[in-house]
């Protein structure tokens, strides 16, 4: 599979469908050997501080956590539409009880701009360098619903990633060249 360096003003992602329909892996860790791989469905891809951010949300439950929680990058990647079994698996097992990437069928590698790996098979991976996190607060939900996703208490934290790189293939290469517009000041 032939992956470039891919400039964000030319990436084509659509941030309502980006996770669908299986969802994308987060890759967290030090370096391509203490890492960790987890299934994440929910985040956001937009402009903040002036910089193009990805939103990872993860459950202070995930063994991802203890990766994350001390980590300086994060990459999310995405997979061809044949691997929904590895989604599936990096969805539902844990890496405390397996080697989810072994397990998989995936091989981390050395990313370019951050410690954490990016997936050799992904088709697209973004490599965020971590520049804000919180922890939501339940007392600050205006819907009630939303605790309806909470019946453990495990109120997700929030890893707000700066974009440093992407590489993937060309089907994420927009087609017109225009101006990057979207880096205004707020
Ligand atoms: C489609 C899908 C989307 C998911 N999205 C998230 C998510 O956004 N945040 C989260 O904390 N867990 C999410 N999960 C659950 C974790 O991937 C799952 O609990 C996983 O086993 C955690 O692995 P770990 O213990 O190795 O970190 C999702 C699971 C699936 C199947």
Redesign the pocket.
């Known amino acids: 599979m032939e992956k470039r360096a891919i400039e964000l003003n030319r990436l084509d992602l659509q941030p309502f469908s980006a ?1 669908d329909p ?2 994308l892996l ?1 890759v967290v860790g030090e370096s391509v050997e203490k890492a ?8 956001t891809f937009g402009i903040m501080w002036r910089k193009p951010v990805v939103m ?4 202070p ?5 203890e990766f994350i929680s001390e980590a300086a990058d994060f990459t999310v990647n995405w997979l061809s539409s044949d691997k929904k079994d590895a ?2 698996l ?7 009880d397996i080697n ?1 990437f072994a397990a998989a069928g995936l091989h981390p590698v050395q990313a370019g701009k951050v410690s954490s790996p990016i997936l050799e098979e992904s088709v697209l991976s973004l490599e965020c360098r971590i520049i804000y996190k919180d922890l939501l607060r339940p007392e600050q939900f205006i819907d009630p619903l939303l605790e309806l996703h909470y019946g453990q208490k495990d109120y ?1 934290g929030l890893f707000y990633g700066e974009v440093v790189a992407a590489t993937g293939t060309s089907a994420f290469l927009r087609k017109d060249e225009k101006d990057c517009t979207a880096l205004h000041a707020d």
């Not at 990872?56 to 459950?59: C, I, L, T």
């Open positions: 996770f299986d969802g987060l960790n791989v987890m299934t994440i469905g929910w985040g990872a949300m993860v459950r439950t995930r063994y991802t956590w989604l599936q990096c969805g539902t097992a844990s890496g405390r989810k997700h």
